[in-house]
């Protein structure tokens, strides 16, 4: 099956520094990637969606400034959380929608936890 | 705005004791219902997805099924490595968005 991979799986980060995570696919094209960020006990909220080539399309209340999307190709995108501080310590998820299936969601990656101290 | 609730929050079973997971949810136009299994600190992995009404899918013992205002996630006889949180989501017409639930905490106790 489709295999969406994640990176890194956990980071700790100091206050006000940068963090990137990546989101792979890794044996299909990807044309849209969705992230979102779970917190504890509650549900996955949608951060954005991202298009291959295209600027993301960011939900409502979350700071495109401060989550820096980029989808520069068809396997890769990437989330960069910029001065980071303890409020953005959650658990941050992608998802890749294959070329040819219209399923939003059906390829996730493991995730990454985020701590920033 | 699409709304999806899942019951009960958390549910503990007996090794074998069959049991049902509820995600009842409102949309304006339903493209598509998820049934997704999330173990602690790993993303979701995908079941199921249902389109209309009537519509069941199985997967081991695992089964779900879809009416216009709920879906169920059947359970037969689960064992412990069922043990995970299952998660519900559904996908509107107008748009490419997921809605989740808060999900259901499953324990299966040897």
């Known amino acids: 099956g489709a295999v969406v991979s994640q990176h890194p799986s956990w980071v700790i980060c100091k206050s006000g520094t940068s963090v990137k995570i990546e989101c792979r696919s890794l044996?299909?094209?990807?044309?849209?990637m969705f992230w979102y960020r779970q917190f504890p006990k509650q549900s996955l909220m949608l951060m954005a969606t991202s298009n291959e080539g295209s600027k993301a399309t960011y939900e409502q209340g979350v700071e495109k400034d401060k989550f820096l999307i980029n989808h520069a190709s068809l396997t890769l995108s990437t989330l960069t959380v910029t001065s980071a501080h303890p409020e953005d310590s959650s658990f941050y998820i992608c998802?890749?929608?294959?070329?040819?299936?219209?399923?939003?969601?059906?390829?996730f990656g493991q995730g990454t936890r985020l701590t920033v101290v | 705005e699409d709304q999806v609730t899942q019951s009960p929050e958390a549910l503990r079973l007996q090794e074998g004791e069959s049991s049902s997971l509820n995600c009842s949810y409102t949309v304006s136009g339903l493209r598509g219902l998820f049934w997704y299994r999330q173990d602690p600190g790993k993303g979701p992995e995908f079941l199921f997805t249902?389109?209309?009404a009537g519509e069941e899918k199985e997967k081991e013992r695992l089964k779900a099924t879809l009416t216009k205002k709920e879906s169920f996630l059947h359970i037969t006889a689960p064992k412990p490595e069922d043990s995970a949180t299952y998660l519900c989501a559904v996908q509107n017409f107008g748009n490419e968005k997921l809605t989740f639930g808060t999900g259901t905490r499953l324990t299966i106790i040897p």
């Open positions: 249902l389109y209309s």
């Open positions: 044996d299909f094209q990807a044309t849209t």
């Open positions: 998802s890749a929608r294959e070329v040819r299936n219209s399923a939003p969601g059906a390829f």
